[in-house]
């Protein structure tokens, strides 16, 4: 069974630029995740997917982070304008359903300088 | 308080030494239990994953609950190398839609 592929694997961007990072779950999997891990931190939830509904958006700042799942299988989230502060890894993952384990992704590792 | 705490660690442990990692948690509501593995420049990894009170034993890994006490343990029999990397407890709970929360992980070193 393929993994949860995610790219780029790493991005190097100034503050101000933006940059979007792509998501292919696990294939079957209905629900899919963006978490933002900051170094020293446990994943902190971004957004969740139902399909192609969002089911929780609540700690996603929406005046620069935005996402989308089309057709219910990929995604993209996408940053702009970046801040420093927006350095870290970004994770995807996907579960059969929301009270399942995650089956997370390799991460994109960003740096904002 | 954090909803979930985990001491980050690190922990050295020579090979061969059982590892006892934990994690306390302020909400009785939460109902299921996880933990996961991360190397470093990987995702975590799902190793356990427990619904009740109790113990659960995958191979060398034992996942253990105590809702009483809001306290999960994960320990490791026979410690290798190959296990050093920063567990995470993750936990989930019910509020009309099911809200997971991780500890920030523990940093595991196992010595040759």
């Known amino acids: 069974e393929a993994g949860v592929a995610q790219s780029p694997r790493y991005k190097i961007i100034e503050k101000r630029q933006s940059v979007a990072f792509w998501c292919n779950p696990i294939?079957?999997?209905?629900?899919l995740y963006w978490y933002q891990q900051i170094l020293g931190q446990g994943p902190k939830l971004l957004i969740q997917?139902?399909?192609?509904?969002?089911?929780?958006d609540s700690q996603l700042p929406k005046d620069r982070f935005s996402a989308e799942r089309l057709k219910g299988v990929d995604s993209t989230l996408k940053i702009q304008p970046a801040k420093l502060e927006d350095s870290a890894v970004y994770l995807c993952?996907?579960?059969?359903?929301?009270?399942?384990?995650?089956?997370f992704g390799p991460g994109t590792r960003l740096t904002v300088l | 308080q954090k909803e979930v705490e985990q001491d980050p660690g690190p922990l050295s442990v020579p090979e061969g030494a059982i590892v006892s990692l934990n994690c306390t948690y302020s909400n009785s509501a939460f109902q299921y239990f996880m933990w996961y593995r991360q190397y470093s420049r990987k995702g975590p990894e799902l190793l356990m994953y427990t619904y009740s009170s109790g113990n659960k034993e995958d191979g060398r890994f034992t996942a253990q609950v105590d809702k009483s006490s809001k306290y999960i343990s994960l320990f490791i029999r026979d410690s290798q190398p190959s296990d050093s990397a920063t567990y995470l407890c993750?936990?989930?709970?019910?509020?009309?839609?099911?809200?997971?929360?991780f500890g920030a992980g523990t940093r595991l070193f196992v010595k040759a």
């Open positions: 997917f139902q399909n192609n509904g969002v089911v929780d």
């Open positions: 993952a996907s579960s059969l359903g929301d009270s399942s384990g995650r089956f």
């Open positions: 294939s079957g999997h209905a629900t």
């Open positions: 993750a936990m989930t709970l019910n509020t009309g839609g099911f809200k997971t929360i």
